[in-house]
């Protein structure tokens, strides 16, 4: 079958795949994500296990976070000034060398809380380059302008699969051979996403030479995101996202340990039950054919996300508890993987990086602030109750937004129908 015949067979929910380097990307992603997923299970599995404490948890979780907060919008100003593929090479390279470090220290059993934490921070280094350098790389590997928007929803759906089956292995490779091998498996898995970037073909790209300096560039671009109502409202909900839905996973060890009275094994369930609805919720994502309605989604997936944290929180039942995260899942990713591609089609094409690395700053960076606070408050009014609280503020900050959605949609309408993706009505 030739290559035009294939791609005319490929379902509308991935048509991004038509594009040769894009299923390349794809597939050295979704091992190393699988790694990824693995070593944060079998870190705050080590952590708890040695320490017992819901403050250390969160202090570990948020070491890994804070960077992004503070190194992500110069992490988007270097994105649009450098070899994007090149700097991703790197970039994944001192991961390998992070996880290594971490696999021989904890074989070795000389690894410590104190390293555990300064090993975190510098992953979270690394992840505030790597993300926005990865989202605004993906335009360059696919062929189709107009399939960015599945593009970005398919990897959603890669991280959210590998969310629902790395945690569920790290269970099982915890329970069997300990937190060494998840920490080996994800230095391995490095390796094969290190090698895709080395083999994927993308047109060549010509970094633009502004004559700017980098800081006014960055200034530029905070100036850019949130002086616009379509992009600053969408940011300011990120912001309240990345916040209050971060504890989740900090906390879960909790929930896993005293709640169900389970081991590892039931905190890789709980963890990848929100990844299962997460995949649901992606692929409804990836089968829209239009951004338009997105506003809509937003609003109510975010409620949603809501009300299921805070049903959790007070369910002291296992399956009820995988039901409400797996539809807090399904609400969590398709807020942001909807915001994701409304910001990326808002954007000018020379600050896309950008304004990437702002929601990657607002959902991400904002985590490890909320992870310290709920780890803090967890020790004084218990885990159950941090998480509803959390959960309630989720849907108030849904509902805040659908109230303003019309206002919302009147600012984003102009750049809409330049981009064609809406027309005016005939007359």
Not at 246 to 264: K, R
Request: include cysteine; charge should be positive.
């Amino acid at each position: 079958m030739s290559s035009s015949k294939a791609a005319a067979s490929v379902h509308p929910a991935l048509r991004a795949f038509r594009s040769k380097s894009f299923r390349i990307f794809y597939a050295g992603q979704g091992l190393s994500l699988l790694g990824n997923w693995m070593q944060t299970v079998a870190m705050s599995w080590l952590v708890y296990r040695v320490t017992g404490s819901a403050l250390l948890l969160g202090v570990t979780a948020g070491a890994q976070q804070l960077p992004i907060l503070v190194l992500s919008p110069v992490a988007g100003v270097w994105a649009d000034r450098v070899n994007r593929r090149r700097l991703l090479m790197l970039i994944q390279s001192l991961a390998f060398v992070q996880a290594l470090a971490l696999a021989l220290l904890t074989f070795a059993d000389v690894v410590r809380v104190p390293q555990l934490i300064v090993l975190a921070l510098f992953l979270g280094i690394i992840t505030a380059f790597e993300t926005p350098t990865r989202q605004a790389f993906l335009l360059e590997l696919i062929e189709h302008r107009e399939d960015l928007p599945n593009a970005i929803a398919l990897q959603s759906m890669l991280f959210q699969s590998t969310r629902f089956v790395g945690p569920s292995v790290a269970g099982l490779v915890l329970a069997a051979l300990g937190e060494a091998w998840c920490f080996l498996a994800n230095a391995l898995f490095y390796l094969a996403i290190i090698a895709t970037y080395a083999v994927v073909r993308v047109k060549p790209r010509k970094p633009p030479d502004t004559g700017v300096e980098w800081w006014r560039e960055l200034a530029s671009g905070f100036a850019y995101a949130f002086g616009f109502t379509g992009t600053r409202r969408l940011l300011l909900l990120l912001m309240a996202m990345g916040f209050f839905t971060a504890p989740w996973s900090s906390l879960m060890p909790i929930f896993a340990a005293e709640t169900f009275s389970g081991d590892s094994r039931t905190f890789g369930f709980l963890i990848g039950a929100v990844g299962l609805g997460a995949i649901a919720g992606t692929f409804a994502l990836a089968a829209r054919a239009s951004v338009r309605g997105l506003g809509r989604v937003v609003a109510s997936t975010t409620v949603v996300a809501g009300v299921a944290l805070a049903g959790f929180s007070l369910s002291g039942t296992l399956w009820l508890s995988l039901a409400f995260l797996a539809v807090f899942g399904a609400g969590l990713v398709v807020t942001a993987a909807s915001i994701n591609t409304v910001l990326q089609t808002l954007a000018d094409e020379d600050k896309r990086a950008r304004v990437i690395s702002m929601y990657v700053m607002c959902f991400l960076g904002f985590a490890p602030i909320g992870n310290f606070t709920a780890g803090a408050l967890a020790e004084v009014i218990g885990a159950h109750w941090t998480l509803f609280c959390c959960g309630l503020v989720v849907a108030l900050a849904g509902g805040t937004f659908a109230l303003g959605l019309k206002s919302w949609a009147r600012a984003v309408r102009p750049v809409y129908l330049r981009q064609g993706i809406i027309r005016e009505p005939r007359v």
